[in-house]
């Protein structure tokens, strides 16, 4: 959060006004100027016998990372990436990121985007691809992507408040845990992707509202629904009075154009598997209002 004069206009992801709750805080100064990383080419080797990182910031305010791209090159063995890395900071913009490969494999991790506590967070124009998906971050709120095309965005555990507006999700899924506020999606196409995965690490699912607006779909097989909960694991979180409540989102969906592709017979608003949550406090799962929805076996460009 942003102190000034001893007050903040922010306020935290939730509230800390709970039993189990021992918040510690700390306090960095900040300098109210522009800090500005812009206009570089980033090239990794193959020969490099360490994993290279771009850029780690902790602590600050009021930067914009710009005209950024990354590249590496395919390494059969690195993993565990995360080429820009930003903790603990306030009012972060990137713009026009081009991030092409990670330290990543397809079955172990590695982001080309890593962050943990940021507030007010705006990415502009990111074009990002990689083996494993391109962020991962925690502690997030007030998170806007604007006319961005990646493989996948995650909030592991813990958000608030993240809109994407004229994005382009390919392949993947975008996976969520512990989220307050709204999470929107507005104008954005969906290929071969699970628009919105429940997070079941930290079985921990609070009331948060989930829109859909004016949004694409070209479904596959194996990516035949809007959100995705096969995870859950059902257990009521021990000594977290506040987590015991276990909910689905309150979803709204205004027009949503779902175009079933190859072998596609059908497709889900919701597919749960057997492990269900341990309390569900919704007998049908939230979906609030529905309306414009429109399914097509075929589609061009003018659809």
């Excluded at 007050?7 to 109210?32: E, N």
């Excluded at 392949?171 to 307050?180: D, K």
């Amino acid at each position: 959060m942003m102190i000034n004069n001893g007050k903040s206009k922010d306020r935290p992801i939730s509230s800390y006004i709970t039993p189990a709750s021992r918040p510690q805080c700390m306090y960095c100064k900040a300098d109210l100027g522009k800090k500005e990383i812009k206009n570089i080419y980033f090239v990794r080797s193959k020969q490099s016998t360490k994993k290279t990182y771009f850029i780690y910031l902790d602590g600050q305010y009021n930067v914009e990372i710009n005209n950024v791209r990354i590249y590496t090159p395919i390494v059969h063995r690195e993993y565990g990436d995360r080429a820009i890395n930003i903790s603990n900071s306030y009012a972060v913009s990137l713009k026009n990121v081009n991030i092409e490969g990670t330290y990543s494999q397809k079955d172990r991790y590695g982001y080309g985007i890593n962050m943990n506590n940021v507030n007010r967070l705006e990415v502009v124009g990111m074009k990002a691809a990689a083996n494993w998906g391109v962020f991962g971050t925690s502690n997030l709120q007030n998170v806007s992507l604007i006319n961005s095309n990646i493989n996948r965005f995650d909030i592991h555990c813990y958000g608030r408040n993240v809109i994407f507006e004229n994005c382009k999700f390919m392949n993947e899924y975008n996976q969520f845990s512990s989220m307050f506020g709204e999470v929107r999606f507005e104008n954005c196409n969906f290929y071969e992707c699970t628009p919105f995965l429940l997070e079941a690490s930290y079985d921990a699912y609070p009331k948060f509202k989930l829109v859909f607006k004016n949004c694409r779909i070209y479904a596959a097989e194996k990516k035949n629904a809007l959100i995705v909960a096969n995870g859950l694991h059902g257990g009521r979180t021990k000594g977290r009075s506040e987590l015991r409540k276990q909910e689905f989102p309150d979803v709204y969906i205004d027009g949503l154009k779902i175009y079933l592709q190859n072998d596609v017979c059908e497709y889900y608003i919701y597919k749960i598997g057997r492990k269900m949550m341990g309390l569900p406090q919704d007998i049908i799962p939230g979906v609030r209002d529905v309306k414009d929805v429109i399914v097509n076996r075929n589609f061009n460009n003018n659809d």
